[in-house]
């Protein structure tokens, strides 16, 4: 009797390596991808996983190896021909214009023309049904405004956007980022109901425990090569956490350049006092207080509510209860220059949107924080500007040809150290860092950290948030982990539990919802 023929594999990824000015990204890698298999990529921050999925969207060609969509040989960066071939990715950051439906969304710059150049709506609608059906969602989306869709709507929008040109593979990066609990619980249905219709699905993840609800199958990279591949059935979490951290997750924190811990100071106030804090749907009941000179390190997965905290104490969004006490006074900043008024200054995640002009030169940068100092009668004394321009560009490190130098032509590290220049001209007496060598180069930020902690001594408190924890076991005197907008422990340096796979563990812990499969803690 003659056997089937086995499926050629959805996405074969052969002897994969990938090389950046000779630094190696990816070695010897082999991914393969079946039809109707939910195959989850783990890693830490840099394991690879990015540049891996760019190579399967044609964005790179890979220094040696071969990828092959279909048993068909994506021959170098053509995102074109991965596209035509059958692959498609939701990113995280969303492509969906507000402004529009559902189905205008869905057929957006590929729309069904007649040779009139007019829409065939009627045309599209039925595509979008049978699309519909075939993902497991409602069609009424498709009439509906995205504004007015929930999150999950909007990543099942998505998805659906994605798989009318993804016949055989779809890639989703961090797809539960914005969603809770229970919507997360709809999308993996659709999910499960995409793979049932044959196409592979990637899963790029951080939510370990995420792997085990959904996936058929996991592999993890740690520093550009595969640790791990094998059925999810096999392994579990601590087993993943392993793979990912290997030797370095049982280092205890310290290593060079780490100060003393703070001592607190009985004679005064604590220099931040958070005790129940709210911000609706992003944070519930975060409570703690950090004390002058103390670097507080804040950690927690996608969707934890690290950065709704920060801006909340900035005063950039609205918070919906709890009590904040700042050197002992109340504290409830009506917007961010309230918050700069009071000594407290954000450094945010995303400098070029928030933190910098970039069309503009270092000095202008650096002085927009003191503009009122700057001023004599009516008049800016930019004589005074370059000089304290020059005086931070010289502290910090700062390589540039001058002041007048525009904020564009430097490298990203320097553009970091001049948002830093611009904060701390202002000396704040509580600094909120949120990702704060996101972007930037080894050194650079090595001499952001030394200056950090350079001004925590003097008595400034810090709180920095970071998705880097060997950075943080590196720079903190205490971390928070936060999960679900509440903090769920609190790690003391020099304790045990002060070590990169402690942390990992917990976070992962924290994260873990009621109904998963049993997989923290299931013998592999």
């Known amino acids: 009797m003659p056997t089937e023929p086995t499926p050629q594999p959805a996405l074969e990824m052969r002897d994969i390596e990938m090389r950046f000015n000779a630094v190696p990204v990816l070695q010897d890698v082999n991914f393969v991808l079946e039809p109707g ?25 890979p220094t040696q190896g071969e990828v092959l969509i279909g048993g068909e040989k994506l021959d170098g960066d053509d995102t074109a021909l991965a596209r035509s071939l059958g692959l498609g990715m939701v990113f995280q950051e969303k ?28 045309a599209e609608m039925a595509e979008a049904e049978e699309l519909c059906a075939r993902v497991g969602i409602s069609p009424t989306l498709m009439q509906r405004r995205v504004s007015g869709l929930s999150a999950v709507e909007q ?38 109901n995409v793979a049932r219709n044959g196409v592979g699905v990637i899963l790029i993840t951080h939510h370990l425990a995420e792997v085990f ?16 591949s094998c059925p999810a059935a096999d392994t579990n979490v601590p087993g993943l956490i392993r793979a990912m951290l290997g030797d370095r997750g049982i280092v205890a924190s310290g290593g060079p350049g780490r100060r003393s811990q703070p001592q607190a100071r009985p004679d005064g106030p604590p220099a931040l006092d958070i005790s ?61 220059a309230d918050a700069i008024s009071r000594g407290v200054y954000l450094i945010p995640e995303d400098r070029a949107v928030h933190g910098l002009l970039l069309t503009k030169p270092i000095v202008e940068n650096s002085s927009l924080s003191i503009l009122r100092q700057l001023r004599s009668w009516l008049m800016l004394r930019m004589s005074r500007a370059r000089q304290r321009t020059s005086e931070l560009m010289s502290l910090l490190g700062i390589r540039a040809k001058g002041p007048e130098q525009l904020v564009s032509e430097l490298s990203g590290g320097n553009q970091q150290k001049v948002v830093v220049s611009k904060v701390l ?20 930020a090595s001499d952001l950290a030394q200056y950090i902690r350079s001004e925590a001594a003097s008595g400034m408190a810090v709180l920095w948030s970071s998705s880097d ?7 903190a ?24 796979s402690a942390l990992v563990e917990a976070i992962q812990r924290s994260s873990y919802r009621e109904g998963q499969p049993d997989a923290i803690g299931r013998p592999q």
């Open 425 to 444: 001209a202002t000396m704040p007496r509580l600094l909120l860092l949120d990702e704060p060598t996101f972007g930037v180069d080894v050194g650079a």
């Open 477 to 500: 005197d205490r971390i928070l982990v936060l999960a679900d907008g509440v903090i769920r422990m609190s790690v003391e340096a020099g304790s045990p539990q002060f070590t990169e």
């Open 155 to 192: 990543q099942m929008l998505e998805i659906a956007k994605a798989l009318r040109l993804a016949s055989r593979v779809l890639i989703l990066d961090e797809p539960t980022a914005p969603l809770g609990h229970r919507e997360i619980g709809q999308l993996f249905a659709v999910v499960r």
């Open 213 to 228: 609800e959904v996936s058929d199958k996991v592999t993890c990279l740690r520093e550009g090569k595969v640790t791990l």
């Open 95 to 122: 492509s969906l214009v507000q402004t529009l439906n559902g189905l205008d969304n869905l057929f957006l710059n590929d729309e069904r023309l007649t040779r009139a150049r007019s829409i065939q709506r009627r």
């Open 37 to 61: 298999v939910v195959h989850a990529i783990v890693g830490h921050n840099g394991a690879g996983k990015s540049t891996l999925m760019k190579l399967a969207l044609g964005i790179y060609r």
């Open 276 to 336: 129940a804090l709210q911000v609706r749907g992003k944070l519930t009941d975060v409570t703690f207080r950090t004390v002058p000179g103390e670097i507080v390190g804040l950690v927690g997965l996608a969707g934890s509510g690290r950065t709704t905290l920060m801006r909340a104490l900035f005063g950039d969004i609205r918070r919906d209860g709890g009590e904040v006490l700042l050197a002992g006074e109340p504290y409830h900043p009506r917007h961010p």
């Open 469 to 475: 924890i060997p950075e943080l076991l590196r720079v």
